[in-house]
């Protein structure tokens, strides 16, 4: 039975423009500096984002990590939404590793709003954390791989700069969302100090992100890396298919967020409830209301007919759509989860 995965557009894999790019990448060291490769990357990455410099880690929660702690002290604060990836999903490592304290504020919709942020801008006082850095994700994974808008966004990152804050973007899939605005990339990463983006997500390669930034600024996140371990040797193997990633696979996340709206539609033409970010990417939830027991063994029931996705809470679903989901598929799966649904 063919599988549809629509658990995350991480479960990509490699193309065979990649398999070929990896088995004839020019390599060196890297933690020498000597990866022709990764160093290529690096370069044409943070030219992309209209950053000085770049820095090929291991994973989007690496890279977010190295940000946290090249941007703060141990016991410094950061402005956080409350339902954002780097705290809910990054294992604590803000707090475990970087010793850092998150501010929480509330970012339905995607963002928190400016005066959220003002509010943990306090003065000096012994008693508090100094708030030091903003961190803003978009595409904003848990409220609905929703696009924030390229105004709003800015807004809000100069609001925190006004204050004296640095800001971090979490732009694990932020080519998602210049894409669904139609804007240069630059729109957003622009508007920020230092941005991170997957490689390994819609854009399709195995393994990487790039964290991008200012000189200075990734020299130290250098340093971090390394202490982390996360200094690789030949990685031009990998840094390869990154390249073909940034340069080749952008535009084609138009037909992901093409497929995700189809999904979106047939799923609510078959009286599912479907949630509506205000600009929809590669994700659709849903909820679904029933039996508990029933709703719980929803994912399972549909993964033994072939179709794959997550629960993210309970009777709450995402589905997300990449380079491998065509779609056939998404009419395919929206049939089986339709059915399975009903039966709940
Ligand atoms: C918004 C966001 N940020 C960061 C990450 C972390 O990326 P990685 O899985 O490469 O550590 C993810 C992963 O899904 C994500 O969705």
């Known amino acids: 039975m063919k599988k549809i995965d629509l658990r995350s557009d991480t479960v990509t894999v490699p193309t065979q423009e990649m398999r070929e790019a990896m088995a004839s990448a020019e390599v060196g060291d890297d933690v020498y500096g000597e990866d022709p490769t990764v160093n290529k990357l690096e370069e044409v ?7 000085e410099a770049g820095l090929f880690v291991t994973s989007g929660t690496q890279g977010n990590l190295i940000a946290l702690l090249a941007h703060c002290s141990k016991g410094d604060g950061a402005i956080l ?10 294992g604590g490592g803000i707090a475990a590793i970087a010793g850092v304290l998150p501010l929480l504020v509330d970012d339905t919709g995607g963002i928190m709003s400016k005066e959220s942020v003002k509010k943990w801008c306090r003065p000096h006082n012994v008693h508090f954390a100094p708030a030091r850095l903003l961190c803003l994700e978009n595409t904003h994974n848990r409220q609905g791989g929703n696009a924030v808008s390229p105004s709003v ?15 971090h973007l979490d732009g694990a899939r932020i080519f998602n969302a210049a894409v669904a605005w139609g804007v240069d990339v630059k729109e ?41 371990g996360g200094g690789m040797r030949q990685a031009g193997v990998i840094a390869a298919c990154g390249l073909i990633a ?18 979106a539609e047939l799923l609510e033409e078959g009286g599912l409830h479907v949630e509506k970010p205000d600009k929809r990417t590669n994700m659709v939830y849903f909820v679904v209301k029933g039996e508990e027991s029933k709703v719980e063994e929803l994912t399972k029931r549909c993964a033994a007919r072939g179709v794959l996705f997550n629960a993210l809470s309970k ?29 709940c």
């Open 45 to 51: 990455t943070a030219e992309k984002v209209g950053k």
């Open 81 to 90: 939404g409350a339902d954002c990836h780097i705290y809910n999903y990054e």
């Open 153 to 167: 966004f800015r807004e809000v990152a100069e609001a925190a700069k006004a204050e004296g804050l640095s800001v």
């Open 188 to 228: 957003y990463t622009t508007a920020v100090d230092t941005v991170q983006l997957c490689l390994s997500k819609g854009l399709g390669a195995p393994v990487g992100s790039v964290l991008c930034g200012p000189k200075d600024f990734i020299e130290k996140a250098r340093h971090w890396r390394k202490r982390l």
């Open 246 to 263: 940034v340069e080749k696979m952008v535009d084609r996340l138009e037909e992901d967020h093409k497929n995700a709206a189809l999904l």
């Open 315 to 343: 009777g709450r679903f995402r589905l997300v759509t990449h380079l491998w989901v065509t779609e056939k598929d998404v009419r395919e799966a929206a049939k089986i989860i339709i059915e399975e649904a009903a039966a």
